[in-house]
């Protein structure tokens, strides 16, 4: 079983930054690939950025260039650095983790971006 802790969400103005963490916890985790995802209010969630154990990354379209992703295998921890964060990006955003073939949740964090 995996347990995933978001933090960092928070309310920031438009043009901000803000940085969330998710750290992993369970017995004998080898984390494989680890994720952020979005929903915003009547909106489906959606992909923001992925990363696999190796390093490969992918993001959606609307945040290439201002949203960076990471992750400490050591500490199964990603991260997501938000730049130039706009009011579309409203949301609750929710970790991701694979293990075992399975996809465990976080339980999400509200990012909130004034204009």
């Known amino acids: 079983q995996v347990q995933l802790v978001e933090s960092g969400g928070g309310l920031v103005q438009a043009g901000g930054s803000l940085r969330l963490s998710c750290a992993a916890s369970?017995?004998?985790?080898?984390?494989?690939?680890m994720g952020w995802y979005r929903q915003a209010p009547g909106k489906q969630r959606e992909l923001v950025a992925v990363?696999?154990?190796?390093?490969?990354?992918n993001y959606a379209d609307s945040v290439k260039g201002r949203f960076t992703i990471s992750r400490d295998n050591a500490k199964n921890t990603v991260y997501l650095q938000m730049n130039s964060l706009k009011p579309e990006d409203t949301a609750v955003y929710y970790c991701?983790?694979?293990?075992?073939?399975?996809?465990?949740w976080g339980w999400g964090t509200q990012v909130t971006v004034s204009s």
């Open positions: 369970g017995s004998n985790l080898y984390i494989n690939g």
């Open positions: 990363i696999s154990r190796g390093g490969t990354i």
């Open positions: 991701q983790a694979g293990w075992r073939a399975n996809a465990y």
